[in-house]
């Protein structure tokens, strides 16, 4: 069935397609350069620096980034490995490796848990291979928030989110504000 790009919104928690695992995409047509425009489109919409497939409703292997340089140079374009991204990028039928045995605790919202963070502990360093919208497989070496957000996207096109993640603690903490995001969804269908 057509997806009409235009038509994308970003969906909320309980919604379906956020614990669905994504199907590959087999090839790169308008229609998916569509959808990952509006996919673009959406995440700057929302000030975040990712957004994925399963958060516009679509089971498709696809995510965008889009993780600016800061002024410090902590986050940078050119440092070995990347650490931003020369502005937004997409990744068709990533996967991830070369992970870092380090486990970094840093703080983590996602577009579709409004007004819920918690730490998140992943690695600080890993490997992305991807097609990009010409056809064109590429790999690349992230650290830093570059990779976070690479591994935090790529848990949505498992049907993993940020809450599967938190410590006991921090689910206690949110549990409310879930059961708020479950409600409000209810209302609206």
């Known amino acids: 069935m ?5 038509k994308l919104q970003i969906v909320n928690y309980p919604a379906e397609s ?3 695992k994504t199907m590959p995409v087999p090839e ?3 229609e998916v350069r ?4 509006r996919m673009i489109e959406l995440m700057y919409e929302a000030e975040g620096i990712g957004l994925a497939a399963p958060q516009v409703g679509l089971d498709w292997r696809m995510f965008v980034v889009d993780v600016p340089p800061s002024e410090d140079g902590e986050r940078s374009v050119d440092s070995d490995p990347a650490s931003a991204t020369d502005g937004a990028a997409v990744y068709i039928n990533p996967s991830l490796s070369g ?3 380090d486990l970094v605790p840093y703080e983590e919202g996602c577009l579709s848990l409004p007004q819920i963070i918690g730490d998140v502990r992943r690695p600080s360093t890993c ?3 991807a097609t990009d919208l010409d056809g064109r497989e590429f790999t690349q070496v992230g650290e830093g928030l570059l990779a976070r957000c690479w591994q935090h996207e790529f848990d949505h096109l498992e049907g993993i989110l940020i809450i599967d993640k938190f410590d006991l603690a921090t689910r206690r903490s949110v549990k409310a504000a879930l059961e ?3 409600s409000a969804q209810r209302i609206v269908r």
């Open 127 to 129: 490997t992305i291979k």
């Open 28 to 30: 790169i047509t308008d």
């Open 18 to 20: 956020l614990r669905a």
């Open 2 to 6: 057509p997806v009409d790009a235009d």
């Open 34 to 37: 569509a959808v990952a425009g």
């Open 99 to 101: 992970f870092s045995r």
């Open 180 to 182: 708020t995001l479950a």
